[in-house]
């Protein structure tokens, strides 16, 4: 591996870092628990787009790891594993169709970030019940898909890396 390409994953790493600081600073005004707007996403999908997809899953799980450890708990960890996890697979499927845009695979990885977030909370609550907020969760994770897509698809346009 490159000394540049270690340096780009370096900085994406510090990007993804300090922009989940800026959403613990800034959270957003709303009724339902846990909802965010996603900016560390923005980074993995630019990841996605432009470097190798074994980059953009250690750049996706490290930023997990980083996060839990600095600015959350144990719990926070597993829900936003499983949400990264399942939301990458889905985004990479959709990327390798090229059928998708890159605000219709945000949107998807999204979703599919907080159904991950979801299924966990059901395993450890031992209960469908949570599932109730799936749908609150499925609008504002289209809404945050669409704004960090929108992002998304203007840097993967404009930085060649």
Known sequence: MSARTVARFALLTALAMVLSWVEVLLPLPTIIPGVKLGLTNLVVLFALYRLET??????????????????????SLWYSLAGAILSLLVMMALKATGKFSVTGVSVAGAVCHNLGQIL?????????????????????????????????AVLVRRIPL
Not at 122 to 135: E, N, Q, T
């Open 120 to 152: 966990v909370a059901m395993a450890v609550l031992r209960s469908a019940a949570v599932a109730y907020y799936y749908p609150a969760l499925l609008l504002s994770g289209t809404v945050a898909g669409i704004c960090v897509g929108l992002a998304g």
């Open 54 to 75: 074994r980059s953009a899953w250690c750049l996706s799980i490290l930023r997990v790891l980083l996060v839990a450890f600095t600015f959350g708990n144990a719990f």
